[in-house]
């Protein structure tokens, strides 16, 4: 299953390999995870709170990288937080994140399952039994299988948790004067860090130490947010079970301008087809800025190294060819060759370079909607979703940012009649990067 050709890089390490493509950002024993990562074939994980029904492209950074590590031999316990899910990782935040009840919590887990076997190869026979003791043992039914991943959900070993229990045997390791300098809460200090959020890096470090008590897990990655719960889970492990763990952090998919990316009009840019469709996750990567396209290319992409130095050398127009060639094959990777193709033909066609204009998004609208006077720009494009409200349709088109099949609009009051399509569809364009078909049915 593993999508990596071996011709990705000419080391045989993985841990150059990151080095290489530019992932690794903070270790807490560099050299010894080197050799460990050269010699040995561990398990590592990662955890994954589902705060939502889709993983986004912020969480497929992660995928990536357990996609290297099972490519090297290393076995990925992919660990779903519906236990820590239920409290919310005040990481990375300014405000307290929207509770979910436990139904809620478990839906998600299960969707985020199904779209972690699309990417990993997991062993199904594999079951963690969990335990209901802080600190007594767990089992499995087997070891899994070499290479395999495995999948655990944290909801197993935290939910039975005793609270007197946790606090005497697990609590009294951490240091609250500590924990108030870690970068997690920093900036929730101003605002107000509840005590149900101040939990969270015990219930994190806590996984750690359970993961390398009952499974032998050795290390531990996460976002460069994430560095603080890395370290408690490793102090930890290291109290409690006398045990050497390591830790490693990977920068956060951000532009040259340090803002995350992954955000679009309509928000997150998820890996679900149902929530953005191929096209407009290809629309995305296809209008990266020029700065961006070697790092996306290094961390979103496998192609080997020297390709990539080629492609981010291209200057001018000729840059596009590289952004065409990185949004094909994120696309490839998230949705499959057969999608990617659509979404370029579709972008193709939409920019007046030929192509298929079957694949630009579209809607269906009777065409008695358009008879007589017909429909307003400005209640059209709110219709569609193109804006979000008439007043933002209003800005939009005097501040020139909508075309009408290649015509600038520029009256506010134009009214859109079925004479202006042609052969039933009619091609709106919002500012450089959105277009949108509409269909007479």
């Not at 193109?386 to 009051?413: A, N």
Request: with cysteine; proline share 2%.
């Amino acid at each position: 299953m593993n999508f990596i050709p071996d011709n990705v890089s000419s080391h045989t390490n993985v841990y150059d390999v990151l080095k290489e493509r530019g992932f690794i950002e903070q270790t807490t024993h560099d050299e010894e995870i080197r050799q460990l990562l050269g010699k040995e074939r561990i398990k590592f994980y990662i955890g994954f709170d589902p705060t939502a029904d889709c993983l986004h492209v912020g969480h497929f950074m992660q995928v990536i990288i357990m996609m290297y590590m099972q490519k090297f031999g290393h076995t990925p316990i992919v660990l779903i937080g519906g236990g820590t899910g239920l409290v919310g990782d005040p990481s990375g935040r300014t405000d307290m994140r929207q509770m979910l009840d436990t139904e809620t919590i478990m839906e998600n887990c299960k969707a985020f399952q199904k779209l972690f076997e699309k990417f990993i190869d997991f062993d199904p026979d594999y079951v963690y039994t969990g335990t209901d003791s802080t600190t007594g043992k767990a089992a499995a039914n087997k070891e899994p299988e070499p290479g395999k991943a495995i999948s655990v959900n944290n909801i197993t070993w935290l939910l039975p948790l005793r609270y007197i229990d946790f606090i005497r045997d697990i609590g009294r390791h951490f240091s609250v004067n500590d924990m108030l300098r870690a970068d997690c809460y920093k900036q929730r200090l101003e605002k107000g860090l509840s005590f149900l959020e101040f939990n969270y890096m015990l219930m994190q470090s806590y996984d750690f130490m359970v993961l390398a008590r009952d499974l032998d897990c050795k290390m531990q990655f996460g976002g460069n947010d994430q560095w603080s719960n890395i370290l408690g889970g490793v102090d930890l492990t290291r109290r409690e079970l006398q045990k050497q763990v390591y830790g490693m952090t990977f920068a956060l998919l951000t532009t040259s301008e340090g803002t995350k990316m992954g955000k679009t009009q309509k928000g997150a840019l998820w890996l679900d087809a149902n929530r953005t469709t191929p096209y407009e996750f290809y629309q995305y990567w296809r209008n990266v800025a020029d700065a961006d396209v070697n790092k996306c290319l290094r961390m979103l992409t496998f192609l080997p190294m020297n390709e990539i130095a080629e492609l981010s050398a291209l200057k001018d127009q000729e840059i596009n060819r590289a952004k065409e060639i990185l949004a094909f094959e994120v696309t490839k990777l998230v949705h499959g060759e057969d999608e990617a193709f659509k979404a370029q033909e579709g972008a193709r066609a939409a920019f007046g370079g030929g192509g298929d204009d079957s694949n630009i998004p579209g809607t269906e609208i009777d065409a008695s909607e358009f008879a007589g006077e017909g429909m307003g720009i400005v209640d059209l494009i709110q219709k569609l979703g193109l804006v979000k409200s008439k007043s933002e349709g209003f800005r939009t088109i005097e501040q020139g940012g909508l075309t009408v099949d290649g015509d600038k609009v520029s009256d506010t009051k134009m009214m859109v009649t079925d004479g202006m399509f042609k052969d039933g569809k009619l091609l709106i364009q919002k500012g450089k990067k959105i277009f949108h078909k509409v269909e007479l049915k």
